[in-house]
T-cell receptor, first 111, second 114 residues
Framework: DAKTTQPPSMDCAEGRAANLPCNHS???????VYWYRQIHSQGPQYIIH???NNETNEMASLIITEDRKSSTLILPHATLRDTAVYYC????????????FGTGTSLTVIP | SAVISQKPSRDICQRGTSLTIQCQVD?????MFWYRQQPGQSLTLIAT???????TYESGFVIDKFPISRPNLTFSTLTVSNMSPEDSSIYLC?????WGSGYTFGSGTRLTVV
């Protein structure tokens, strides 16, 4: 079962940073936080993941609170192509464990 | 990340019939996962397919309805049997080629049962 809660929807102005929150208050010490997004009619796309340190890649940054009970995905300069449903997932740290998707946040980037 | 080819991309089927969906990966993977996404909903895991053993099904999904084959480390099929309109969904396969690399998903099969 999904162990995360996210707001159902958010808007962001094009060119501004999009900050997507996720609560995972029951996260275990060996669980990672993963972010995926799904653009309409496509398969989910991996964005980023982390354990406890903040992470950054070419797509986004992931900020995890010190107590690890919440995190924020940051898209630094949102574009219209970033309009999608964003899923925050926690998963235990051994290979092959399944991903359980929650309801996600529908992000709309507004021109 | 792995490249997944899934087919068919879409189909319209008569109720009572069966459809087999194929998932081909460009490299060997231990586990493959099948998901269902009903209209307007999130993804729900159907089962985990391991090569050389029976698939492991999630609660609410049974082998008779969703038989899975995993003949080798690069291929799997999911069959949706005795279909009804409630089976109209997008079906997706996914793999994780190596730990921590994240899942890669196929583009999905959009099934409509009439």
């Amino acid at each position: 079962d999904a162990k995360t809660t996210q707001p159902p929807s958010m808007d962001c102005a094009e060119g501004r940073a999009a900050n997507l929150p996720c609560n995972h208050s029951t996260i275990s010490g060996n669980e990672y936080v993963y972010w995926y997004r799904q653009i309409h009619s496509q398969g989910p796309q991996y964005i980023i993941h982390g354990l406890k340190n903040n992470e950054t890649n070419e797509m986004a940054s992931l900020i995890i609170t010190e107590d690890r009970k919440s995190s924020t995905l940051i898209l630094p300069h949102a574009t219209l192509r970033d309009t999608a449903v964003y899923y925050c997932i926690v998963r235990v740290a051994y290979s092959g464990n399944q991903f359980y998707f929650g309801t996600g946040t529908s992000l709309t980037v507004i021109p | 990340s792995a490249v997944i080819s899934q087919k068919p991309s879409r189909d319209i089927c008569q109720r009572g019939t069966s459809l087999t969906i194929q998932c081909q990966v460009d490299s060997q993977v231990t586990m493959m996962f099948w998901y269902r996404q009903q209209p307007g909903q999130s993804l729900t895991l159907i089962a985990t397919a391991n090569q050389g053993s029976e698939a492991t099904y999630e609660s609410g999904f049974v082998i008779d309805k969703f038989p899975i084959s995993r003949p080798n480390l690069t291929f799997s099929t999911l069959t949706v049997s005795n279909m009804s309109p409630e089976d109209s969904s997008i079906y997706l396969c996914s793999v994780e080629r190596e730990w921590g690399s994240g899942y890669t998903f196929g583009s999905g099969t959009r099934l409509t049962v009439v």
